[in-house]
């Protein structure tokens, strides 16, 4: 036990390369508009990091909240110019596009009526929800995104610890078309247990679309460099089932 604990479990001898994920989809790169990066030399420093992991392509996604972010899409898009115009000073081989991570609190629906909706790629709308408490109608928000024709992507559903004993609510939203998007970090172990063995279960029974980063700090990075090691992101990247590169 006590070698298990030290050691953990088998980890790859060579670290797995990213760039057959070609996009990262979830990050928070435009400083000083939520709890991301604070700076632009953070956020040329970083972005220059994640390009040497091998990614070509980056969409970053600032937190859109009610309470606490309370981002804009004008906000957002006057954010992505300024790093944008660094990135190309800096000759970064790397395109920078900007979306949203939008948490579904009581001021979303609001937003979904107003149609200005921030997405990416084939139209994919990111979305976030509680940590702490299910929301009362996230069926019906998932529906009217649908209807309105957004593809929805459900940020690391291995956080929502509120459904880790009522699996089904997981299943429920795949049987809706929810894409799932895993953070590569939890595979190694960033957040408290049982998230890891959570985002192992998801893997294992075919339910990832989506690899992101959710990178918001150096630490972020430094977890992301041990998740190369993780057997499970080898062979998530490689199970036939990711839609990074399709973005
Ligand atoms: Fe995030």
Redesign the pocket.
Known sequence: MVFKKLFGKKKLSQPVSLSPLVADM???LIPGIDDGVGTLEDSIDLIRKLNGLGYSKLVT?P?IQQEFFRNTPTVIKAGLQDVRKAIQDENIPVSLEAAA?YLVDDGFQEKIDEGDLLTFGDKYILI?LSYFNPHPNIKGIIFNLQVDGYKVIL??PERYSYWFNDWKKFEELKDRGVFFQVNAISLAGYYPDPVNKIAAKFIDEGMIEFIGT?L?NMRYFEAMERARFEPSLDRLINSGKILNDTL
Do not use: Q, V
């Open positions: 979830h990050s928070h996604t937190h991570e976030e940020a690391h959710d918001h």
